[in-house]
């Protein structure tokens, strides 16, 4: 597939959105600071059989060249052994997104409604540049019914199958650009 080909040859993320090709680099170290901490609280508290990975996409419903690599993604322990390279949409328990610096509004939005179009049951969505974050449920019809935002400093309370809550006041915000 091109996205690979270009992945490893660039080392830049590839997605394929809605048709398009999505390249971002590799995140920052605030980026994947924010990403080991939610891991960290995830794995502390995860509900048996399920786990947390990184660096795994989720295929779109009824378009096999569809998909998005979240910065984690919580699934069934069982995709350890799996061969396959996409995930069902059905199988992921959450998915969290950590928002770049560079990251535009448009794009933001574009990618929460594709969460919502493959039924992904919860999106929670991490802004390092104004240290705010958005917690997405119950997808239907494209779009996420349920949805709590906050700031950091204040918990997240997650759904079933967790029911804990995350801390945010941990989390690292972006610094002014240089």
Known sequence: MVAEQIERATGLRVEILGGSLVMSPTPRGKHAGTIRRLRQQLE???????????????????????????????LPEAWDEDDEWLIEP?????A????SKSE??????DINGWYAVAGVRVLLVVDPRFGKWALYTYPKDGKYHGAV????G?????????????????????????
């Open 44 to 74: 502390a508290r995860m509900p048996q059989g399920l786990a947390a990975y990184e660096v795994s996409s989720i295929s779109m419903p009824d378009d096999e060249d569809d998909y998005c690599t979240p910065d984690l993604v919580v």
């Open 149 to 152: 935002d906050g700031s950091y």
């Open 96 to 99: 969290v997104e950590v928002i």
């Open 154 to 178: 204040d918990s997240i309370r997650l759904p079933e199958p967790f029911e804990f809550p995350l801390d945010t006041g941990c989390l690292p915000r972006y610094g002014e650009a240089t």
């Open 90 to 94: 059905g199988d992921v328990e959450l």
């Open 104 to 109: 535009k509004a448009q794009q933001i939005t």
